[in-house]
């Protein structure tokens, strides 16, 4: 294991991050309503948000796509957007650029009403750009989405038989130019590794060199982390958090990178949001502690390179927002 920084005897260790992380801040909760991991993403002085709704219909939830000018206190909803997902799972985001210079979204998610396809597509809060479905490719989970160091976009997304598999979207030809070309799979790889919920994916660029980590539960919905290298079936750098019983009880689990560290958000048994950093690891040594935040299932997070905004349902089923 490399550590850039000296680890600390571990009260020491908990009284300094208590101390460099302050009590859990107040958290917007919103007039919307649903279900699973929210997914959130900056992008054009914007954050954005998609979530699993409450409206049924012949197949899954409502799919809302929504935007905040205000860090979260209201989402203008983008009322075009008609698809479906799995009730109790949720979508993904991603920015087209890097925080402020990003101009809008590409968005990942299962689709109910179409056999629960993996599908995309873009969108700067007006429609579905380019929406493509991934014809025999299917999930019942939420899927997640990141960059590598080159720029290229990973998805990565829980098969049927519970396997993990990852490919690199190619959207050449769609986003802000506005042209309406589809999206192509292409590197598909699929691990043995197995899960029952939608996994996590963020590119370290904390410096720590852990690269492109792939994060999922395992038995007893206990975390997972790995590295993921393209091309290969083979995952390194194996690791979970530090500490032995702390696992995600379910909705999915979020991953972000800062320069200074990489940090997780999950649902914890306790009811409450949990939230871990890794002290500069390879492979990742996520310590957790707990936040004074109920939930009701997964969180879901954006970052601005210095800060996470972190969005979850709270107990009554609202969409909440708290950055830190």
Known sequence: MHVRRFALPFVTAAALVLGLFPGAAAAYTTVHTGSGRPALAFANNRLYAAWTGSTSGTAGKQLIVGWSVDGGHTFTKDNSVVERVPEGEGPALDADGV???AFGVYLAWSAANNANTLSVAYTIGNGLKCRTAFTGVRTLRSPAMARDALGRRWIAWTGLDGRLNLGRLDSIGCGSNGVPNGIALLDRVTLADV?????????????????????????????????????????????????????????????TSHPSD????????????????????????????????????????ATDGFHDTIGYFDPRGKLSVATY
Do not use: K, M
Request: charged share 10%; proline share 7%.
């Open 195 to 255: 899960t029952a919920a939608g996994p996590a994916l963020v590119q370290d660029d904390s410096g720590a060199g852990n690269g492109l980590i792939l994060g999922w539960t395992g038995a007893g919905n206990t975390i997972n982390l790995a590295t993921f290298t393209p091309g290969s079936a083979t995952l390194t750098n194996r690791s979970g958090v530090s500490q032995p019983g702390e696992v995600s009880t379910g909705g999915g689990f979020s991953l």
């Open 262 to 301: 990489l940090y997780i958000w999950f649902r914890a048994p306790d009811g409450t949001v949990h939230r871990g950093y890794s002290q500069g690891c390879r492979p990742t040594c996520f310590y957790t502690f707990p936040w004074e935040l109920p939930a009701a299932s997964g969180v879901g997070t």
């Open 99 to 101: 925080f402020g210079y």
